[in-house]
């Protein structure tokens, strides 16, 4: 999951934090080295060839939480792991679930975490948010409620989450055959209804990706017919504004998954699927137009998998995606470089996520779909 405040310190910035709030006998014990991967699983199952959602966010100390959806026997668990920069892993067992659904976390600035879910009991989305010496609290997200009064909650889906650098949560979700719809979430907060917002009643059916700029500007990618839609509004409005065609000039696969990052300059890049199974690209500049494009040696293959954007302390878009039955990395200088993940072998992984930390670390998680395990891998970029 993305994450801007971090990113745009500067280096005596980010020691000076660090000195002040974290404890500074800690060091990141994980190699320096540029040009090796280090892979760790973390967690394995007994079902499921294609692997559960998993979602990955890192702290102001570069630690890395995740979130992810086990499945022993069709017992279905949210699961929440945790490793920290000296290499030691903790994980928990959150909920248990009827089914594998869409989840997000995110991590705000105070370093509280927030994990989202859709509760297969009462079919609303729920928040598990947590300080980080503390404990996990759940909140149902209670808020959707028709003309009469009656909670309409139910039908809430897809949750995706944003931290911005004044520790505001942001979440879009699709309330589903009615459209997509924001909300602004905060730690320990009161629910308030009044601050839910309707974006467009005619965007439905998709899981959407949300980011925010450093002034405060929303914008959100969501699946159409055959069209990605992007939405916005600016800090100072409520009023939202919809665009077909502006992400993709041509057609893209709208049940696929999706991904919206921004980079320290607020130039905003996503990545999509295009019908004929190729990677696309668009990238825009502040107040300027969307350049849309498809990754030359980028076709996907048959199977499709979870495609993840960040961008690195270099202002670089860098993809996580499957390629051809291989986890790869593909990075935006002058051109596409694509990178498999990993050193002596590679992975198959439908279900991953990508994270890129102040000091250009990658935190990437995914699920080997040969060996049935959840792993973790990462070295800094260059």
């Known amino acids: 999951m993305k994450k801007v405040f971090l990113k745009i310190m500067t280096l005596a910035t980010i020691v000076a934090f660090t000195a002040c709030e974290k404890n500074e006998d800690l060091v990141d014990n994980r190699p320096n080295d540029k040009n090796k991967w280090i892979v ?6 007994s079902d499921s ?55 997000d976390i995110a991590v705000d600035p105070s370093d509280n975490i927030y994990i989202i879910y859709e509760d297969d009991q009462d079919e609303c989305l729920h928040v598990l948010e947590k300080p980080i010496n503390g404990q996990f609290i759940d909140v149902k997200l209670d808020i959707l409620f028709n003309d009469t009064g009656y909670s309409r909650s139910y039908q809430a889906r897809y949750g995706n989450l944003f931290a911005d650098k004044n520790g505001n949560i942001h979440i879009a979700f699709d309330r589903a055959n009615f459209g997509l ?26 899981n959407p990706d949300i980011i925010v700029n450093t002034n ?11 069209k990605l839609n992007y939405s916005s509004r600016l800090f100072s409005s409520h009023i939202w504004t919809t665009k077909e065609e502006v992400v993709a000039t041509g057609d893209v696969q709208s049940f696929q998954s999706l991904g919206l990052a921004i980079d320290e300059l607020n130039s905003m890049y996503a990545v999509f699927l295009t019908t004929d199974d190729y990677l696309g690209y668009s990238s825009v500049q502040e107040s300027n137009s969307w350049a849309s494009t498809t990754i030359s040696d980028g076709r996907i293959g048959i199977r499709r998998g979870d ?3 960040d961008t690195d302390t270099l202002n670089q878009a860098r993809i996580l995606y499957e390629r051809d039955d291989v986890l790869t990395l593909a990075t935006k200088k002058l051109s596409w470089n694509q990178e498999p993940i990993g050193n002596d072998k590679t992975f198959r992984a439908k279900k991953s996520d990508l ?7 990658s935190h990437i998680v995914f699920y080997d779909a040969d060996t049935k395990e959840f792993k973790y891998a990462t070295k800094v970029l260059e």
Do not use: C, M
């Open 40 to 45: 760790e699983t973390f967690d394995s199952q």
């Open 181 to 206: 719809r924001y909300y602004p979430y905060s730690f320990q907060a009161t629910l308030d209804t009044s601050k839910l917002e309707e974006i467009d009643d005619n965007i439905t059916g998709g």
């Open 355 to 361: 994270a890129i930390d102040f000091r250009n670390r």
């Open 49 to 103: 060839y294609w692997g559960q959602y998993v979602k990955v966010a890192y702290d102001s100390e570069g630690g890395s939480h995740i979130a992810y959806v086990s499945n022993d026997n069709n017992d279905y668990e949210l699961r929440y792991a945790y490793r920290d920069i000296t290499g030691t892993w903790s994980k928990e067992t959150l909920v248990s679930l009827l089914y594998d659904n869409h989840i």
């Open 216 to 226: 405060g500007d929303i914008h959100i990618i969501s699946p159409g017919s055959n």
């Open 307 to 309: 495609l993840n954007i």
